[in-house]
């Protein structure tokens, strides 16, 4: 993937288009387009870029999949020495807890969050793991995903954890689209176990559709099978 690639993924993220980004920054008219050839940007205008999107430049540039980097760093900053200290000492201390499974309590891994806008989905990696209770822990299940401003599920809040189940068994990778409660998205891209999808009432979405040449019989269909609810460690049983 080029520099372009990811490019493309923030902007179609930002709900704006190419030439809008480009007035907004006082760039020429099909300045940002023209990188689709291969061209890498100067390291200003990397960096105004960066700034825009905030993000890091390593991210834009493909050397780090880690987009919320800078924005950490940022409000890390902000803290006085002592909160800083402070959160260090938090962070280790929530590090050793998440290693050690409580009684009565299953150790499970978090491997995706999700955070939807208007008319795209944004699947992201995660790395973390979690002890929920034993106790109607769903036994079939393929992964469990945390849901990022969560708003776009009635009885989902974030923090929350959804396990889902697929149709059939496909490599997240290679598909050409997804299908969650009955709402279809179509791959634009994939990126460092990213996946960016473009809701169907997107105006692009039919574009991305003859792009890919796919056809919705091709996408994986999922259903959320429990819910569990970190505020109050209850269960809910979805089944849609």
């Known amino acids: 993937m080029t520099f372009y690639d990811r490019l493309k993924t923030l902007v179609v993220e930002s709900k704006k288009s190419f030439n809008q980004v480009e007035r907004e920054l006082g760039y ?4 940002l387009a023209n990188y689709r050839l291969g061209k890498q940007p100067s390291a200003r205008r990397l ?11 390593e991210f834009l540039l493909e050397k780090s999949d880690d987009r919320d980097h800078k924005k950490i760093q940022r409000l890390f900053n902000k803290l006085n020495p002592v909160h800083r200290q402070e959160t260090i000492d938090f962070i280790h201390e929530k590090l050793a807890q998440q290693s050690l499974p409580k009684e009565g309590c299953t150790t499970i891994p978090i491997t995706s969050l999700i955070y939807r ?6 699947q992201g990696r995660l790395d973390s793991k979690v002890d929920v209770p034993s106790d109607n822990l769903p036994k079939d299940y393929d992964l469990v995903i945390e849901p990022i401003g969560s708003d776009f599920f009635s009885n989902v809040e974030d923090g929350d954890l959804m396990f889902i189940k697929y149709d059939h068994d496909v490599d997240l990778n290679k598909i050409g689209g997804f299908i969650f409660n009955g709402e279809v998205f179509v791959r634009v891209a994939t990126s460092g176990g990213r996946l960016l999808y473009v809701h169907q009432e997107n105006p692009d979405y039919k574009h991305y559709l003859d792009e890919i040449k796919a056809a919705h019989k091709e996408f994986l269909e999922s259903k959320i099978v429990e819910i569990f609810h970190s505020k109050t460690h209850s269960w809910e049983f979805a089944g849609y």
Do not use: C, K, T
Request: glycine share 4%; hydrophobic share 40%.
């Open 47 to 57: 960096s105004e870029l960066a700034e825009f999107f905030d993000v890091s430049d």
């Open 117 to 122: 806008g208007d008319s795209v989905w944004q």
């Open 28 to 31: 020429p008219r099909n300045a």
